[in-house]
């Protein structure tokens, strides 16, 4: 049986970030493009929560990659996934809290 997911507000603010960047410098195809993605590792997430990466840092958290610049980090409870945010994997790996 598949899992609910339910986001964060931080993880849906770095989703509207990401989005609207790619509108603004990219182009709607690839801002869909990444919308794809998302729905398609979550649509997988919620059959298979264990696929992801475990953290170092947190039970429960576990990443996996969505794009070559983007990861997502989840938590994983009995019921639901819960999207805790999008990382930039070009920022400075210190400011992620879960890897």
Not at 30 to 35: K, N, Q, S, V
Not at 76 to 92: A, G, K, P
């Amino acid at each position: 049986m598949a899992l609910q997911v339910k986001w964060t507000e931080n993880a849906l603010e770095d989703y509207r970030l990401v989005v609207d960047y790619l509108l603004k410098v990219w182009s709607v195809d690839i801002a869909a493009r990444f919308i794809n993605i998302i729905e398609s590792r979550l649509e997988t997430l919620s059959v298979f929560p264990k696929i992801g990466i475990a953290s170092l840092k947190e039970d429960r958290v576990r990443s996996i990659v969505v794009t070559k610049h983007n990861k997502l980090y989840y938590r994983v409870s009995e019921d639901c996934i819960e999207v805790l945010n999008i990382f930039d994997t070009r920022q400075d790996p210190k400011k992620n809290k879960y890897d």
